[in-house]
T-cell receptor, first 108, second 115 residues
Framework: GQNIDQPTEMTATEGAIVQINCTYQ??????LFWYQQHAGEAPTFLSY??LDGLEEKGRFSSFLSRSKGYSYLLLKELQMKDSASYLCAVESNYQLIWGAGTKLIIKP | DAGVIQSPRHEVTEMGQEVTLRCKPISGHDYLFWYRQTMMRGLELLIYFNNNVPIDDSGMPEDRFSAKMPNASFSTLKIQPSEPRDSAVYFCASSLAAGGIYEQYFGPGTRLTVT
């Protein structure tokens, strides 16, 4: 079956670093996406990993280990505007299989 | 480009009524996806099209749901008859291609409430 697991909710402090984990078991794998979704808005693309390793994009980095079925999204220098849900999605057979999302709460 | 356009943004209807949701994808995008999002079930793929042809509708919950894409710039998702459990946010998304690095661009969504 298809299964993607993320923590339901995380809390972090403004200016700090937070790591959001995602583990997956899917019948196929063609890449892993991270999307950000602010409350009441649509998801927006953050990152894409297809090879093992770390992809860095400004304050955000995403890591993938295909052998472990594991990814994480690292957010540095947290800002209040980073309060949102972060969705992990695995591409399998030309479709995205979505995790339930991690709600990130940033405290001043 | 204006991005993916959806209408209406909000829809409130009574159980048993027909509901039609509309989507205009980004020009040049060959793939269009319809999703439903609820607190309980998260984001679920309902159906997707490639070059206006439905490819996989296995996520459509039941026969009350139908989707069409008569041309490259327009798609509809219809629920007939609607039920309270259909209340959700329905997103339309489009992408240049499926697979690989081609991210999906989401519309603002239609918040459907069935009473």
């Amino acid at each position: 079956g298809q299964n993607i697991d993320q923590p339901t909710e995380m809390t972090a402090t403004e200016g700090a670093i937070v790591q959001i984990n995602c583990t997956y078991q899917t019948s196929g794998f063609n890449g892993l996406f991270w999307y950000q979704q602010h409350a009441g808005e649509a998801p927006t693309f953050l990152s894409y990993n297809v090879l093992d390793g770390l992809e860095e994009k400004g304050r955000f980095s995403s890591f993938l280990s295909r052998s472990k079925g594991y990814s994480y999204l690292l957010l540095k220098e947290l800002q209040m505007k980073d309060s949102a849900s972060y969705l992990c999605a695995v591409e399998s057979n030309y479709q995205l299989i979505w995790g339930a999302g991690t709600k990130l709460i940033i405290k001043p | 480009d204006a991005g993916v356009i959806q209408s209406p943004r909000h829809e409130v209807t009574e159980m048993g009524q027909e509901v039609t949701l509309r989507c205009k994808p980004i020009s040049g995008h060959d793939y269009l996806f319809w999703y439903r999002q609820t607190m309980m079930r998260g984001l679920e793929l309902l159906i997707y099209f490639n070059n206006n042809v439905p490819i996989d509708d296995s996520g459509m919950p039941e026969d009350r749901f139908s989707a069409k894409m008569p041309n490259a710039s327009f798609s509809t998702l219809k629920i007939q008859p609607s039920e309270p459990r259909d209340s959700a946010v329905y997103f339309c998304a489009s992408s240049l291609a499926a697979g690989g690095i081609y991210e999906q661009y989401f519309g603002p969504g239609t918040r459907l409430t069935v009473t």
